[in-house]
């Protein structure tokens, strides 16, 4: 198995892959599919971001996955995994998710205080917590509500017992967490799921993304995923 994968190689193909909750379920898939990163790329006390691959034409970055979609999209990287949460919030034009790959499932949701009641009737404002701003405002500005949205990354859930705003748009799983924190989930935003993402250039242009794609599709299909439109 290569290890160049902090080698400057522009023939390499480069595949970004998200740090956090999607990896665990995304290595067996890319295994599937024919990509296996090197030994490294498992050891915790690794401090790399770019890996080699058993493929010498293709190396991985390990990035956020809000950075993956922006690697792939302005083509430094060609092909990536990313939720459809991400992609729907930044909407690059350059980029592509032709495959579902049916893992990282959860949803994108709203939530507030178990005590705290729905918007006042007529209410046009609402000061909401979130890390995706541009999905936050869509969906208020549907029900003709106004979102000032507050900018976090983490810790959503303490913003509206400390009165930073009264409900959260958040990635929801089981709810425990929500529970846990005296919050009810409201309403359900999107539906998520990790999509394979490649760069529309390098898909025109470059025959082995085109290949890929092919190649976690028919992985996907088998294993009850779809092509994503």
């Known amino acids: 198995m290569t290890t160049n994968g902090n080698h400057d190689n522009p023939g390499q193909l480069t595949f970004a892959v998200p740090k956090g909750r ?3 379920e995304a290595l067996p898939v890319m295994a599937r599919a024919g990509v296996e990163p090197e030994a490294a790329f498992h050891d915790p006390k690794c401090r ?3 890996f080699g691959t058993n493929r010498d034409d293709m190396r991985l970055i390990r990035v956020r996955a809000f950075d993956v979609a922006t690697f792939v999209a302005h083509g430094a990287a060609q092909v990536g995994i990313v939720g459809s949460d991400v992609i729907e919030e930044f909407d690059y034009a350059d980029l592509y998710a032709p495959v579902d790959l049916g893992i990282g499932l959860c949803r994108l949701s709203v939530a507030r205080l178990a005590e705290d009641g729905e918007n006042p009737a007529g209410a046009s404002h609402l000061r909401v917590a979130t890390k995706y701003p541009s999905l936050t405002r869509r969906h208020f500005e ?3 509500v106004q979102a000032e949205c ?3 990354n983490g810790a959503m859930e303490l913003a509206p017992s400390l009165g930073l705003a009264r409900q959260i748009v958040d990635l929801v799983s089981t709810g425990k967490t929500l529970k846990e924190n005296g ?3 409201t309403s359900t935003i999107l ?3 990790a999509r394979l993402i490649v760069n529309r250039t390098a898909l025109k242009t470059d025959r082995r993304v085109a290949a890929l794609v092919d190649t976690f599709r028919r ?3 088998g294993a009850g995923g779809a092509a994503a439109a």
Do not use: C, M, R
Request: glycine letters at 4%; charged letters at 25%.
């Open 48 to 50: 790399a971001l770019a």
């Open 219 to 221: 992985n996907a299909e």
């Open 150 to 152: 507050v900018k976090l």
């Open 22 to 24: 999607i990896l665990d």
């Open 183 to 185: 919050l009810v989930e």
């Open 142 to 144: 549907a029900a003709g």
């Open 191 to 193: 539906e998520i799921s």
